[in-house]
């Protein structure tokens, strides 16, 4: 499996694999943040460019969240809507090509951005082993 893995992923393979984990991630959610988490995007590339933190992240980070955290009204803070970045080429890489591993870093990386949407410092999503 792992071999067949590493030969299909493409970055469409990659999308298609990482959308099967957050919506699965999603269902398995305490409604009440489920219902906080589902109108929220997420955009999948294949790393991060330049636009997205004006160069101020590292070329190997795995997820990113922009905009305000839930709870501020819209334009109060960023000028961007909230939304999370997953970047599944570093995902891929981080996961040295094994799918389990990917899935596992694509929920816990999507997991992790989420709970800065929600408001939480690093502090409070290491807490909770984000």
Same mark, same amino acid.
């Given at each position: 499996m792992g071999e067949s893995f590493i030969r299909m992923s493409s970055i469409a393979h990659l999308i298609a694999r990482a959308q099967q984990v957050v919506a699965r991630t999603l269902r398995k959610l305490p409604e009440e943040i489920r219902i906080l988490a589902h109108p929220l995007p997420v955009?999948?590339?294949d790393r991060p460019?330049?636009? $997205?933190?004006?160069?101020?992240?590292?070329?190997?980070? &795995? +997820?990113?969240?922009? *905009?305000?955290?839930?709870?501020?009204?819209a334009g109060v803070g960023n000028s961007v809507p909230p939304q999370i970045f997953l970047f599944l080429e570093n995902i891929y890489d981080e996961a040295e090509g094994d799918p389990a591993r990917f899935d596992?870093?694509?929920? $816990?990386?999507?997991?992790?951005?989420?709970?800065?949407? &929600? +408001?939480?410092?690093? *502090?409070?999503?290491r807490a909770r082993d984000l």
């Amino acid at each position: 499996m792992g071999e067949s893995f590493i030969r299909m992923s493409s970055i469409a393979h990659l999308i298609a694999r990482a959308q099967q984990v957050v919506a699965r991630t999603l269902r398995k959610l305490p409604e009440e943040i489920r219902i906080l988490a589902h109108p929220l995007p997420v955009s999948y590339q294949d790393r991060p460019d330049d636009d $997205i933190g004006e160069g101020e992240f590292e070329s190997d980070t &795995l +997820g990113l969240f922009v *905009g305000d955290h839930h709870g501020i009204e819209a334009g109060v803070g960023n000028s961007v809507p909230p939304q999370i970045f997953l970047f599944l080429e570093n995902i891929y890489d981080e996961a040295e090509g094994d799918p389990a591993r990917f899935d596992e870093e694509v929920r $816990i990386t999507y997991l992790h951005e989420l709970g800065h949407y &929600l +408001g939480w410092d690093e *502090g409070q999503v290491r807490a909770r082993d984000l």
